[in-house]
């Protein structure tokens, strides 16, 4: 490429963020930095290589660029590269050093850091430490169902049959509700996609209509490649 800006740059290791590709991410970062470069990271660059470098298991190397980007460029860090950071850690198994991490901010934890945090310790089974991230959550954004139900998976899994009973009550008292699902199913050159809207209908029943639907429509032989079924 005969002319690299910031833009280009940070695409660059942003995709291989993207792709897990740390190794690349992180090459092309040094490339960027090592003097040969006019080119300074920014707030964004930052973002990627962190995000790349949590994909990636490199803990150490991330953990370095975090304290890089505030003592050598003078980038204070905001919520984005502390979720990055928590996410590398958790995902590392240091989920205590994540939750102290967390404390230790400057700033007001984000639902992005918390979510991180969560995640972290459903993967390695930390009911008790993951209940604090749930109930931050909870208090930043009471209606997300999808926190709630990692905090139910992650209890139920633990054999915590009493607090899955408790969440799955204040789900109710709230109402919180999940909200509707959607399947696609792709045979040679036809797909069907299926949506639910939160009826209670039996597995059988639902599968038996896409699974007609998508027998009818090539019995049919028509011509659109997509049907939308209402269940």
């Known amino acids: ?3 690299r800006n910031l833009i280009t740059w940070n695409a660059m290791i942003g995709r291989y963020a993207h792709q897990g590709r740390a190794d690349r991410a992180l090459a092309l970062f040094k490339a960027m930095t090592n003097g040969d470069s006019e ?3 920014n707030y964004v660059t930052f973002v990627c290589v962190l995000s ?3 994909r990636g298991g490199s803990v150490k190397e991330g953990m370095e660029i975090f304290e ?13 590269h502390y979720a990055c950071a928590v996410d590398l850690l958790g995902r590392a198994g240091k989920i205590e050093q994540a939750y102290q991490f967390i404390k230790a901010m400057p700033i ?6 918390w979510g991180a945090l969560l995640g972290a310790y459903r993967m390695y089974g930390k009911p008790e430490l ?4 749930a109930e931050n ?19 139920s899994a633990a054999g915590k049959w ?3 009973t408790d969440v799955r009550k204040e789900m109710k008292d709230v109402g919180i509700k999940k909200g509707p699902g959607c399947s696609w199913i792709a045979l040679k050159n036809d797909s069907l996609r299926a949506w639910r809207f939160g009826m209670p209908v039996l597995g059988d029943i639902v599968y038996g209509s896409v699974l007609n639907t998508l027998t009818i429509k090539r019995r049919m032989k028509v011509t659109y490649n997509s049907i939308l079924v209402e269940l």
């Open 1 to 3: 490429m005969p002319v």
């Open 39 to 41: 080119v300074s990271p």
């Open 52 to 54: 790349a470098c949590s």
């Open 68 to 80: 890089l980007m505030r003592e050598w460029y003078g980038i204070e860090p905001g919520a984005e």
């Open 108 to 113: 007001c934890p984000t639902v992005s850091v």
């Open 130 to 133: 993951g209940r604090i991230a």
């Open 137 to 155: 959550l909870f208090e930043l954004d009471p209606n997300d169902f999808g926190n709630h139900v990692l905090l139910l998976n992650m209890l």
């Open 162 to 164: 009493k607090e899955t």
